[in-house]
């Protein structure tokens, strides 16, 4: 069972959003998942619509059964939320976990001895960790093999994420453990051009420490969870849910990365034996060919057997991350040399007049089609289809329009959304945002 703590000392970054549809998204993979609400708040219960007044027992219970010599099983207190995720449930009753364990031996390993037990059981456990450094987090972080820091693309949010990063360290040094921490961006909204240097800057400062995947801002979500749903269920066809599940996908990869990194290493192990065997066998009948044949044999086998050295990743490595270069894409070849990535985002994508019409450009590497419906074709997308330049998944079109205001949405294979390159909006009657080109 692989266990991943959420963990963000800071508010409102999105955890528990992050906690819920990451979890669902592999119960929807096949994935027999466990989601554990570590925070007092209970907002998990929340977000999957679990009755607070019907949680006879929950996490609290179990966590301190040991200490009052009544153990309870983890399975007595579980909520069944689709066939494939189970939902361990907090209350405010938490957040007297610390007080109630003072004094107690081992007390940072509660939640770790109950989640062994039942590890057959689930192939992911996902832990909802309080907005806090506190004995919870300490225990979801002896528990984990894997942490998942969301960051909201924000300015105040990078400002604390080192700080928040060095707290990890030092938690992670006192419980004597290596644990894989990796960052995601979340909530990323980029119609604004700070969200959009921040990403820039996450991904040169983190590099492969961070998520490809990104969850972007969407409302689908947040109505989603007022319902009480993942919004897998809530709205299965949203972007919401095609970013969660392209998350859910990457964690799964890279399970199974781990598990051939640990395979090659045992044939590593297997490789040294034999060649220690061969060099005994040789010393023991021809002890002239042994030395003769060593060297071609260190000079033959030894970088095969150094090219499976991996090192697992530590924390450390995050206190004083490196700039990494990032490598030019090939859709802004067109671009100034010396342009930044922003600087040419915003110089070749989105609408612009070419002569006597405007050229709609915008970047969709993954899509099959993509078509603008907007007023001025009746909001008709079939009529307007954009095309595919090349195999760099740039889309444009032209289109003659009269003077005025124009609202306009991009339909990526059948998806309605914004223009990502137009920070002109303006919402519309269905709550969310119209593109919008004037010419004057």
Request: hydrophobic share 40%.
């Amino acid at each position: 069972m692989r266990t991943i703590a959420i963990v963000n000392q800071k508010g409102g970054c999105g955890k528990t959003t992050v906690s819920i549809n990451l979890a669902n998204a592999l119960a929807e993979l096949g994935k027999k998942t466990l989601l554990v609400d570590m925070d007092p708040q209970s907002h998990c219960a929340v977000g999957l619509a679990v009755p607070e007044d019907q949680i006879e027992q929950s996490v609290y219970d179990v966590l301190i059964s040991k200490s009052r010599n009544e153990p309870i099983r983890l399975s007595e207190i579980l909520w069944q939320i689709n066939d494939n995720l189970e939902l361990a449930p907090s209350t405010i009753d938490l957040s007297a976990f610390e007080q109630q364990m003072a004094g107690i031996a081992n007390r940072e390993c509660c939640l770790r001895e109950v989640l062994a037990e039942n590890k057959g059981d689930f192939d992911f456990t996902i832990i909802d960790c309080p907005p806090a450094v506190s004995l919870l987090t300490f225990n979801a972080l002896r528990a984990a093999s894997d942490v998942i820091v969301p960051v909201e693309t924000g300015y105040f949010s990078l400002h604390g994420l080192s700080k928040q990063l060095e707290t990890l360290n030092i938690l992670c040094e006192r419980c004597q453990q290596q644990v894989n921490v990796r960052v995601l961006a979340s909530m990323y909204d980029i119609r604004t051009k700070m969200a959009r240097e921040i990403l820039s800057e996450l991904k040169t400062l983190f590099s492969d420490k961070m998520f490809k995947s990104i969850i972007n801002f969407n409302t689908k979500v947040k109505e989603a969870s007022s319902f009480g749903q993942p919004i897998g269920e809530y709205d299965p066809a949203s972007k919401g849910q095609i970013d969660f599940r392209m998350l859910a996908k990457e964690v799964i990869e890279s399970q199974v990365k781990e598990q051939r990194f640990q395979m090659v290493n045992s044939l590593a192990g297997q490789l040294e034996s034999i060649s220690s065997s061969a060099d005994e066998l040789l010393q023991s009948v021809k002890p002239e060919i042994k030395q003769m044949a060593s060297p071609e044999i260190r000079q033959t086998v030894a970088p095969e057997i150094n090219k499976f050295e991996i090192n697992r990743p530590e924390i450390k490595e995050l206190e004083m991350p490196k700039a990494k270069e990032l490598e030019p894409e090939p859709e802004l070849e067109l671009a100034p040399v010396g342009a930044t990535t922003n600087e040419k985002l915003s110089d070749y994508y989105g609408v612009n007049a070419v002569d006597d019409a405007i050229a709609f450009v915008t970047l969709y590497p993954r899509a099959q089609s993509v078509q603008i419906a907007g007023d001025f074709n009746n909001w008709q997308p079939e009529t307007t289809p954009m095309e595919k330049i090349g195999s760099s998944g740039v889309w444009q079109t032209k289109v003659k329009l009269p003077t005025g205001k124009h609202r306009y949405r991009l339909v990526v294979d059948g998806q309605w959304q914004q223009d990502p390159y137009n920070e002109t909006i303006e919402m519309n009657p269905f709550g969310e945002y119209n593109s919008v080109v004037e010419l004057k």
